[in-house]
């Protein structure tokens, strides 16, 4: 039987937030953003076990938080590094000290934190497609004509074949800790760059518009009208 698994990268600061309150701990729907991502998994019918990567000086933040809130959904909190690469790769090392199981046997998907309104299909999607595959992604197909280059110049590019990534990227755990053990490079935009560097072939899941990022404070706005239409459709527990 296989094992699942998400780590949550929750270590941004949030410098586009207009803010020194790091995006994940943001009000959505009437609490932390966290929260309302870590229960999307946690009310999945894939029930992975989860994993937040969040810096030391925030711990103590959280834990107050989820008392304040009377949070419970379970989850195991860990050390987030100095960068998206350092906090993943902590995730996985601590998943694979615990476990016993065969490695090809452990999928685990890596999701971010601003990201709080990925739906259980979506979820359970990712994990039957990477038990398959190897390694995944969400990704949107652009629809917006689209140009190469920067202010001076650059030049069209055909929209279909441009995808817009979105989390959860789910690995089998062979594979990532294969990739972690490789050096941080800049050119590591998420993790399934750090896969691909290996030679893997990364196969794309049809994402969602309402599995949006939180960058920007009017983002909120946008997500808390997604996060009501899903919470109509999840099942009572």
Not at 106 to 115: E, T, V
Not at 136 to 155: F, I, K, P, W, Y
Not at 188 to 210: C, N, Q, W
Request: aromatic share 8%; charged share 20%; glycine share 4%.
């Amino acid at each position: 039987m296989q094992k699942r698994y998400v780590i949550i990268a929750a270590g941004g600061k949030g410098t586009r937030m207009n803010s020194d309150l790091p995006k994940q701990f943001h009000l959505l729907d009437g609490r932390p953003i966290l929260m309302n991502t870590i229960d999307c998994f946690a009310t999945s019918s894939n029930s992975p076990e989860i994993l937040v990567a969040l810096h030391r000086d925030m711990q103590t933040y959280w834990a107050d938080l989820c008392s304040q809130y009377h949070f419970v959904s379970p989850h195991r909190v860990l050390d987030g590094g100095e960068s998206r690469f350092q906090s993943v790769k902590n995730g996985i090392m601590k998943i694979l000290e615990s476990e016993k199981s065969p490695l090809e046997d452990i999928l685990i998907a890596i999701h971010d934190a601003a990201r709080p309104v990925v739906s259980a299909q979506l979820i359970a999607k990712c994990f039957t497609e990477t038990a398959i595959h190897g390694a995944t992604t969400l990704a949107l197909q652009s629809t917006n004509s689209v140009r190469l280059g920067d202010m001076q110049h650059s030049e069209a590019t055909n929209r279909e074949r441009v995808w817009i990534i979105q989390t959860p990227q789910t690995f089998k755990a062979s594979i990532l800790k294969e990739a972690f053990a490789q050096p941080e490079l800049a050119t590591f935009t998420d993790d399934a760059s750090v896969v691909e560097k290996m030679g893997y072939r990364i196969h794309l899941i049809p994402g969602e518009y309402s599995n949006l990022k939180i960058t920007f404070p009017e983002d909120i706005a946008i997500a808390q009208l997604y996060l009501h239409a899903l919470k109509a459709k999840r099942p009572l527990v």
